[in-house]
Every structure is written in structure tokens, then in C-alpha cells.
């Protein structure tokens, strides 16, 4: 028995995709603003060190500062070129003392000054920030810090740090982007298996999931290669029962012949008699019957044969004027709608088989009309064929196209048949990869007043 790798579980490519999805955003949601912080923060430059030590200097020669209006105008003493440099003076008690209202900026970099315990300086937006130097004067403690306007280069992505709802876009759309990626990976097999579900219950038993699907060492590889088996096994069963019917078909016919030919004998040597007309008559129906097997057989089995592309009334000619005839003979009319310029690739005694026997059920049933027309509508070719007799009941509209089934009313008459007609045409339909459906017409008042039946054929 073969092994398969635990991680190719579908229990683990969720896992890890959802895992990763989620820890690769957050993780660059959160290492961005440690990277801007230490991109930004560097240990106190020489120059704006002496900066400060003047200021300190300054203010321990005139204590006096710390007691006038000069304490708010400290940081216009000291200028460079066109950036004014403005110092802000802090006592003891962590409070700024020479301005009225404090920067936040200069407040964020009083925590991030006391967290790193020793003179530094920080880059905001617009701004650099520097310091602190200590000093006492008069016997108590002083800090002093700068802050002069300075932009310098900056990389990239510190853009989407300042920008939350940008960065917050960005993350979404990320991770939408894995989880649509995994999304895709799998249901790209299960699609794959569902297309191949639909084909086979819709009659195309020759279809299988593709190679890349059956492929997969994960549960949809197995899930695949279990279907294909499946499918193997039910192709092969219908087919060995629709042959075998095929067979006993064949063979039901040799002693049927015998039968027949020993009638014929003994009606030569003038033995006449009501049961040996009965015999004949009932010969006569059983040879029919293994006839409509033989057809349904042959119809189920010839989806190997290659399809002619043929204009549609041309390959219809023969069973038209043939209905066109019975439906004169039984005072009814029908009326033939089917342009000349439609081809569709088929299969032609198996389609004409298939109308036969619709046009056959509509003259019998009819009252007086019966209406056979054809239109391309896109792809496809639409069929529709329309009598005005009793109609059925909603729930013989599907029935009437299963093997011997017959509508009740059907069963009382004599030309009832086994039920095998419309089989057939359903056989035959899907041989040509097309739909039949029946449907009642109702008049105005609510009641039916025929039956309709809708042929879909593709055009390729």
C-alpha cells in the first residue's frame, strides 16, 4: 500500500497557507515601525552635542535667564543660516519651562529620549530633534533638547507607515491576494471534478477528470483517481448491459424466425385457426418489440461512430414527407418550419430515428395540427415540435422518456406501443450532446391543449 506525505494533506496546506497568510501580515504591519524607529533614531551628532553645551554654558553664566522673558526667547539666540534652532529648556520635574505650548513631536521624543537613557537624536517628517544635556544651575537639574527644521532621505516604505489607511489597503488586498491563491488551488481540482460529475450524469460515461487533477498527490489526487474508476466501472457495466440487451435481442430472433416460418407452413397446408391467428398476430408484435430493443441497443452504442455535417432538412427529408403522408391519411395537417441553411454535425439515421418518432407520437395524438420547426440560436439548434391534443400530466412529462414507460391513457390503445419510442430519441439526442424536454401548452383559461417538445442540438 503506497504511503502519501503527511504534508500534502489538504488538513496542512490550509494550515500553512492560512498561517502564512496572516503572519506575513502581521509581521510587516509590525516590524515596520521598529524599522522606521531605528532608521530614524541615531546617537547625538558632535556638532548639535556643542549646540547644547552653549546653551547650558550660557545659562549657568546668567542664572538670571531662568527668572526673565529672555527664558521664552532662548531659542532665537541661536540660529543657523536660514533654520532657526529652537531649544527647549526642562526641569527636574520633566516640564518644559520656555514655551507655552509643546510640540508633540517634542513629547514623543521625551519618551524616546528617557527609554534610550542617553543623548540622541530623531528624524520626524519635517523636523530633527536632539538631546538632552544635562546641567544644574543654582543647585537644581536641568535638561536642555533641539529642535531644528530637517528633511533628509527617507526609504520607501516609511510612506505607508504615516499612511494607516494605506498601509491597512495594502494588508488587506495582501492577504486577499494569498487566500485567493490557495482558493484558486483548490477549486481549481474540485471545478474539474464537478464538470466531469455533471458530463457523466448527464450520459457522457467516456468522460474522466484531466491528468493534472488525477496528478495531485493530495486528498483531491485520490478523490480523482477514485472518480475515474468509478466512472470506469459504470461505463463498463452499461455498456456490457446495453449489449447483453443487444444479444438476447439478436438471439430472441432466430427461434421468432422459426416460429414464423412454421405459421407460414402450416397456413400453406390450410390449417387455419383462431389461435394460430393469434400466434401470428402475437409473433408480429414481439418481432417489433425485439426491433425497438435492437434500435435503442444500437443507439446507446454509437457514440464511437464519427458524426457528418449535414444541412438539417436534407437529413430529415424522408422521415418529413413520410409524416407529412400519415398525417394526410388521418385528416391532420402539418406544417414543416425548417430552413434549409441549418447544418449541425450528426448522426443522420439516428437523428431522423429520434424525429420519427416524435412526429409519430404528435399525429396520433393530435387533433388537427401539428407543427414541426427549427431555428439557430447561437450555438445551438432548437427543434420544437407542437401538436394540439390532450397534453399529459405535469408528472408524465418526464416519465414518457424512460424504456417502457406508457402515459395511462396509452396503455387502452392498440397502437400503444412498449414505450421504447421516446427512449430512443432520448438515446439519440444525447448521442448528439443535446436535451429534449416536454411541456404542456396551456390556453389562456388554464387548461392544456397540447403538447410541446424541445429538441437542443449544438452546432459544434
Known sequence: MSTTNPLNRLFFKLL?????????????????????????????????????????????????????????????????????????????????????????????FLLMAEDAQQPISHQFRNELIFGPLSFSVNQQAFQVYGR???????????????????????????SGLLCGLLAWHLGKPLNSLKRSANALAQGDLSHRVDKTTASR????????LTFNSMADSIEAMVTNQQRLMGDISHELRTPLTRLQLALALSRKKGQQSEELERIGYEALQLEALISELLTLSRVSLASHENKLMLELAESLSQVLDDAEFEAEQQGKNLHIDIPDALQLPQHPKTLSRAIE?????????????????????????LITVEDDGPGLEPKELDAIFKPFYRPDDARDRQSGGWGLGLAITQAAIKLHQGS???????SPAGQRQGLKLRISLPVS
Request: with cysteine; aromatic share 6%; charged share 15%.
Open 357 to 381: 418518432n416524435i412526429l409519430r407520437n404528435a399525429i396520433c395524438y393530435a387533433s388537427s395540427q401539428i407543427t414541426i420547426s427549427a431555428i439557430q440560436v447561437g450555438k445551438h439548434i
Open 217 to 224: 498527490s493530495d486528498e483531491m489526487g485520490q478523490l480523482a
Open 148 to 174: 531644528v527644521p530637517a528633511n533628509h532621505p527617507r526609504p520607501w516604505f516609511f510612506y505607508f507607515s504615516e499612511n494607516k489607511l494605506l498601509t491597512a489597503s495594502i494588508a488587506i488586498l495582501f
Open 16 to 108: 500553512i497557507g492560512f498561517w502564512l497568510c496572516s503572519s506575513l501580515t502581521i509581521a510587516l504591519v509590525l516590524i515596520l515601525p521598529i524599522i522606521m524607529q531605528n532608521q530614524d533614531r541615531a546617537p547625538l551628532e558632535k556638532h548639535l552635542q556643542q549646540v547644547l553645551q552653549t546653551v547650558a554654558k550660557d545659562i549657568q553664566q546668567s542664572p538670571d535667564i531662568l527668572t526673565t522673558n529672555k527664558l521664552y526667547k532662548l531659542h532665537r539666540q541661536h540660529s543657523k543660516q536660514n533654520k532657526p534652532l529652537r531649544i527647549y529648556l526642562v526641569n527636574d520635574d520633566g516640564q518644559v519651562i520656555n514655551s507655552r505650548k509643546v510640540p508633540r513631536s517634542l513629547r514623543q
Open 436 to 442: 429534449i424536454v416536454a411541456e404542456n401548452l396551456i
